[in-house]
Nanobody
Framework: QVQLVESGGGLVQAGGSLRLSCAAS????????MGWYRQAPGKQRDLVAS???????NYADSVKGRFTISRDSAKNTVNLQMDSLKPEDTAVYYC?????????WGQGTQVTVSS
């Protein structure tokens, strides 16, 4: 079982910023495309942003220009910098690692944006 450890969620006012981090093992991190998904109550889990092993990133339209995904190979982490947060960004955020070996999820971290 691939272990992904997330950190950085919390409560912030609208317009504020948060930074999420997800740590993986070196082997899994090096071969996986990494992503962040989110799930609000009563809704499906949707892709927020992803980044390939080669560093190519992709964003949901709703977060383009506000969120930035990056991967740190020295620390085997994928980060999601979230700026200009809106109440509609409130959700549980999940880290994902996808490779030929596995499709794995973190435990989720709550992000709450107050208006």
């Amino acid at each position: 079982q691939v272990q992904l450890v997330e950190s950085g969620g919390g409560l912030v006012q609208a317009g504020g910023s948060l930074r999420l981090s997800c740590a993986a093992s070196r082997v899994i991190f090096s071969i996986s495309n990494m992503g962040w998904y989110r799930q609000a109550p009563g809704k499906q889990r949707d892709l927020v942003a992803s980044i390939t092993t080669g560093g190519v990133s992709n964003y949901a339209d709703s977060v383009k220009g506000r969120f930035t995904i990056s991967r740190d190979s020295a620390k085997n982490t994928v980060n999601l910098q979230m700026d200009s947060l809106k109440p509609e960004d409130t959700a549980v955020y999940y880290c994902n690692a996808k490779s030929v070996l596995a499709n794995s999820w973190g435990q989720g971290t709550q992000v709450t944006v107050s208006s």
